[in-house]
C-alpha cells in the first residue's frame, strides 16, 4: 500500500520492489539499537513526564512511545516507513491518512493520522537538538529532516539521495553530520557518543566529473575503512551537486548502478564497468558454515561505505531506486515564519529593535512567497527560480544587522536596502514594490542606507564584520561586454581603505580548448586559494568550468580552528581545506544574458546579485543626456525611402550601420 500511495503523486521513481530490505533493516534497527538506546529513551521520555505531570498520571515504562501510547513495535514501524516511503512524498497528510487504517490490532490503533507527523517529528527533533550548530541557524523542518535522514542512512550504510531546490539546507546538513557524529570523541553525556564516527569524502560533482574518480573516491572510503577496521567508524562518500555530472559526456553517473548495489558495493569488481555493461558476479558456494558466513557478512560491511548523493533535480530512477530518497518542496508560509524566527532567536536582545523586526517576519515571507510565486521575474518564459530560500534567510539576517548597525527599528529605507540587496539582478519585476505592499513599513525618522545602485555594491565591499548573522554573500554583477569590470577598477571610493586596487586580481577565462582542460581549471583554482589565504579580492569573468569547484566556498560554512576559518577547495576527488582571509572578497562579472541561459540555479542562488552597466553609474543629468543622444542617433540613422531616389537596400538599416 506505500507504494501504491506513491505511485499516485506524480514524478514519484518507484520500483516492483522498492526499499523492501531496506524497510526491514530500519524495523529491526529502530526496535533493537535505536529505541532501546538509554539516551534516546530518556530524550523521548521528557516530553511524556511534562505532559503527564499537569494531568497526574504516571507513563507506561514499557512503552517507547509514550505520549500517544504506542507500542514499541508500531513505533519503529512508523519511523521505518516513514524513512522508506514518506520521506520522497510531497502530499505527505495524504500518506498519512492512508497508512492509519492499517495499525490495527496486534499493532497500536492509530485513528489519527497526525499523530504519525507528530511521531516522525519527534523522532528527528531528538537527533538535531544533539547536533553542533552555529546560532544563527534555524531548526526547520528541511534540516531536522535532512539531518536525521543522513544520520540513520549512515548508519546502516543504505544510500541515500537527498534532493531540494537551493536553500533547503542540504549542504548544511551535511556540514552538521560531519562535524557532530565523532563517535566517542562527542562531549559527555551526548547521544552520539553511542554512534558511529564517521569521516566525509566529498565528491563535487560537474561536467568534467569522470567515472574513473568517482569510483576513486569509493576505493579512498573503503580503504579508509579498512584500516580502522572498527565497527564503530564508517566512511561517507559525498557527491556534491551530483546531478550537474549528468550533464557530462563522458556519463560518469553509469558507475552509479553497480556501486550502490549492496554485492558490489565497494568492491575490486567495480573497475569493471568503465569497460564493459555488465559485471560477472563474485562466485558464491552454495553451502556456507556459520563461520563463513559470519566472515562474509564481516568482509562486506568492511568493504561497504555509506553513500550521501545531494542534487537539486531528481535523477533517473534507475539510480534513485538504488537508495533511499528525500524530497524537499517549497516551504509554505508557515514553514518560512518558523525559519525566520529561528535565525532571530539568537539575538538575544528582546528590545525595541527586535521586536520592529519579529512582528513583521510573517509579512516578510508573505511578500517572498508573492514575488516567487510571481512568474514574470523569468524573463523570455522561463519557469526556472531565479531567486530562492537562500536570498530570503539572506534577507531576513540582513535586516537585523543593518537596523542594529543604525540603532533604528524596522523602516522602509532599511527594508529597501536589503531587499535590492538580496533579490536584486532582474529588470522584468520590482521586488521593492512587492515587499512594500505587503509589509507596509513607516518612513524612518533616521537616514538610512545608501540604496543607489553603487551604494549597494559599495556596501557589500565595504562590509568585513563577522557577527552573529553572518557575513555578506560574495557579488554576482550583472553587466554588457564586461564594462563593469571597468567600472569596478576606476572607483578607489567603492572599496575598502586597505584595499589597493592594483592588488585586485582577475582571471579572465576563454572558450578555447585549451582552456577547458582540466589542468587549466586547476590552475585557476590554484589562483583562487592564493587570494583566499593572502586576503586579496579576485574577479572572475567567463569561467563557467570552474564555478561549480566554489560552491562550498560561496556557501560560507566555514570549519574553525585556532580563530582561523577553512573551506574545502577543488575539483572532484582532489579537494583541499583552504584559509579563509577575513578580508577575501570575490566576485563574479557576467553577461545579463549568458547568466540567465547557461549559469546553474544553485550558482546564482547563492550570490548577491546586482546590475552594473555603465547607465547605473550615470547621474540624473547624465541619465538625460544619454536618453537625447541615444534618440539623436535612431533618428540620425532612420531613412526615408520614399524621399531617397534609386535607394536600394538589403533589410534594415540600423544604428550600427551607422555608426563604428
Known amino acids: 500500500e506505500p507504494k501504491q500511495e506513491i505511485s499516485m503523486q506524480k514524478n514519484i521513481p518507484v520500483s516492483p520492489f522498492m526499499d523492501i530490505d531496506e524497510q526491514i533493516d530500519f524495523l529491526y534497527y529502530f526496535r533493537e539499537d535505536y529505541s532501546n538506546n538509554d539516551l534516546i529513551e530518556n530524550s523521548l521520555l521528557e516530553e511524556n513526564f511534562s505532559s503527564c505531570s499537569s494531568s497526574h498520571e504516571t507513563p507506561d515504562p514499557y512503552l517507547r512511545s509514550f505520549i500517544h501510547g504506542i507500542d514499541y513495535i508500531s513505533y519503529s514501524l512508523i519511523i521505518s516507513l516513514s524513512i522508506c516511503y514518506r520521506a520522497r512524498l510531497q502530499e505527505r497528510d495524504v500518506f498519512d491518512k492512508s497508512m492509519i487504517h492499517l495499525f490495527r490490532y496486534p499493532l497500536t490503533q492509530i485513528d489519527d493520522y497526525t499523530v504519525i507527523h507528530a511521531e516522525v517529528n519527534r523522532c528527528q527533533q531528538v537527533i538535531l537538538d544533539e547536533m553542533i550548530l552555529s546560532p544563527n541557524i534555524a531548526k526547520n523542518a528541511a534540516l531536522r529532516e535532512n539531518v536525521f535522514m543522513?544520520?540513520?542512512?549512515?548508519?546502516?550504510?543504505?544510500?541515500?539521495?537527498?534532493?531540494?531546490k537551493p536553500g533547503s539546507s542540504k549542504s548544511l546538513a551535511k556540514s552538521i553530520i560531519s562535524n557532530s557524529m565523532q563517535g566517542n570523541r562527542c562531549p559527555d553525556g551526548s547521544i552520539l557518543q553511542n554512534f558511529k564516527q564517521i569521516q566525509i569524502m566529498s565528491y563535487q560533482c560537474s561536467q568534467l566529473s569522470t567515472a574513473d574518480g568517482i569510483i576513486g573516491v569509493f576505493k579512498s572510503c573503503r580503504t579508509l575503512q579498512r584500516k580502522t577496521g572498527s565497527?564503530?567508524?564508517?566512511?561517507?562518500?559525498?557527491?556534491?551537486?551530483?546531478?550537474?555530472?549528468?550533464?557530462?559526456?563522458?556519463?560518469?553517473?553509469?558507475?552509479?548502478?553497480?556501486?550502490?548495489?549492496?554485492?558490489?558495493?565497494?568492491?575490486?569488481?567495480?573497475?569493471?564497468?568503465?569497460?564493459?555493461?555488465?559485471?560477472?558476479?563474485?562466485?558464491?558456494?552454495?553451502?556456507?558454515?556459520?563461520?563463513?558466513?559470519?566472515?562474509?557478512?564481516?568482509?562486506?560491511?568492511?568493504?561497504?561505505?555509506?553513500?550521501?548523493?545531494?542534487?537539486?533535480?531528481?535523477?533517473?530512477?534507475?539510480?534513485?531506486?538504488?537508495?533511499?530518497?528525500?524530497?524537499?518542496?517549497?516551504?509554505?508560509?508557515?514553514?518560512?515564519?518558523?525559519?525566520?524566527?529561528?535565525?532571530?532567536?539568537?539575538?538575544?536582545?528582546?528590545?525595541?529593535?527586535?521586536?520592529?523586526i519579529d512582528k513583521r517576519i510573517e509579512l516578510l515571507a508573505r511578500a517572498y512567497y508573492e514575488l516567487t510565486s510571481n512568474k514574470a521575474h523569468s524573463k523570455k518564459g522561463e519557469t526556472r527560480d531565479y531567486f530562492g530560500l537562500r536570498d530570503f534567510y539572506s534577507l531576513v539576517k540582513m535586516l537585523v544587522f543593518i537596523c542594529y548597525e543604525y540603532g533604528a527599528v524596522l523602516n522602509r529605507s532599511i527594508l529597501h536596502h536589503a531587499v535590492k540587496r538580496n533579490f536584486g539582478g532582474v529588470s522584468d519585476v520590482d521586488p521593492v514594490k512587492i515587499f512594500d505592499h505587503v509589509v507596509k513599513l513607516p518612513i524612518g525618522s533616521k537616514k538610512g542606507p545608501d540604496s543607489s545602485p553603487l551604494g549597494l555594491i559599495k556596501a557589500n565591499l565595504m562590509n568585513l564584520t563577522r557577527s552573529f548573522h553572518g557575513e555578506t554573500r560574495y557579488l554576482l554583477l550583472l553587466t554588457e561586454n564586461y564594462a563593469a569590470l571597468n567600472i569596478l577598477l576606476r572607483s578607489p571610493d567603492m572599496w575598502p581603505t586597505h584595499q589597493d586596487i592594483r592588488d585586485i586580481r582577475v582571471i579572465f577565462g576563454s572558450s578555447f580548448p585549451s582552456d577547458q582542460h582540466y589542468s587549466a581549471v586547476c590552475r585557476n583554482i590554484?589562483?583562487?586559494?592564493?587570494?583566499?589565504?593572502?586576503?586579496?579580492?579576485?574577479?572572475?569573468?567567463?569561467?563557467?568550468?570552474?564555478?561549480?569547484?566554489?560552491?562550498?566556498?560561496?556557501?560560507?560554512?566555514?570549519?574553525?580552528?585556532?580563530?582561523?576559518?577553512?573551506?574545502?577547495?577543488?575539483?572532484?576527488?582532489?579537494?583541499?581545506?583552504?584559509?579563509?582571509?577575513?578580508?577575501?572578497?570575490?566576485?563574479?562579472?557576467?553577461?545579463?544574458?549568458?547568466?540567465?541561459?547557461?549559469?546553474?540555479?544553485?550558482?546564482?542562488?547563492?550570490?548577491?546579485?546586482?546590475?552594473?552597466?555603465?547607465?547605473?553609474?550615470?547621474?540624473?543629468?547624465?541619465?538625460?543626456?544619454?536618453?537625447?543622444?541615444?534618440?539623436?542617433?535612431?533618428?540620425?540613422?532612420?531613412?526615408?525611402?520614399?524621399?531617397?531616389f534609386g535607394f536600394q537596400t538589403r533589410g534594415n538599416f540600423t544604428v550600427g550601420d551607422c555608426f563604428i
Request: hydrophobic share 40%.
Open 526 to 644: 590554484n589562483r583562487i586559494k592564493v587570494c583566499m589565504e593572502s586576503g586579496k579580492t579576485i574577479i572572475l569573468l567567463n569561467l563557467e568550468n570552474l564555478y561549480e569547484s566554489l560552491y562550498d566556498a560561496l556557501n560560507q560554512y566555514y570549519m574553525e580552528m585556532n580563530n582561523q576559518r577553512y573551506v574545502d577547495l577543488g575539483l572532484g576527488t582532489h579537494r583541499m581545506k583552504c584559509r579563509v582571509h577575513n578580508n577575501f572578497k570575490l566576485i563574479v562579472v557576467a553577461d545579463t544574458e549568458t547568466v540567465r541561459e547557461r549559469f546553474p540555479t544553485p550558482l546564482i542562488n547563492r550570490l548577491e546579485k546586482h546590475f552594473l552597466t555603465m547607465s547605473t553609474v550615470l547621474t540624473e543629468v547624465g541619465v538625460v543626456i544619454s536618453k537625447q543622444l541615444v534618440d539623436w542617433a535612431n533618428k540620425f540613422s532612420t531613412l526615408d525611402k520614399n524621399r531617397i
Open 150 to 164: 543522513m544520520f540513520v542512512c549512515i548508519e546502516l550504510k543504505i544510500p541515500l539521495f537527498v534532493i531540494g
Open 231 to 356: 565497527n564503530k567508524f564508517t566512511a561517507c562518500v559525498v557527491l556534491d551537486e551530483v546531478g550537474l555530472a549528468e550533464d557530462s559526456p563522458l556519463l560518469p553517473l553509469k558507475v552509479l548502478h553497480p556501486l550502490l548495489e549492496d554485492n558490489d558495493y565497494g568492491s575490486d569488481e567495480i573497475e569493471k564497468v568503465v569497460e564493459q555493461d555488465e559485471i560477472v558476479p563474485k562466485h558464491i558456494p552454495d553451502v556456507m558454515t556459520e563461520e563463513e558466513k559470519s566472515k562474509a557478512e564481516s568482509d562486506d560491511m568492511m568493504n561497504r561505505v555509506a553513500f550521501i548523493g545531494i542534487s537539486n533535480w531528481s535523477l533517473d530512477p534507475a539510480k534513485m531506486n538504488r537508495g533511499i530518497m528525500v524530497a524537499r518542496g517549497d516551504p509554505d508560509i508557515d514553514e518560512l515564519v518558523a525559519s525566520a524566527k529561528g535565525i532571530c532567536e539568537s539575538k538575544v536582545d528582546k528590545g525595541p529593535i527586535q521586536k520592529s
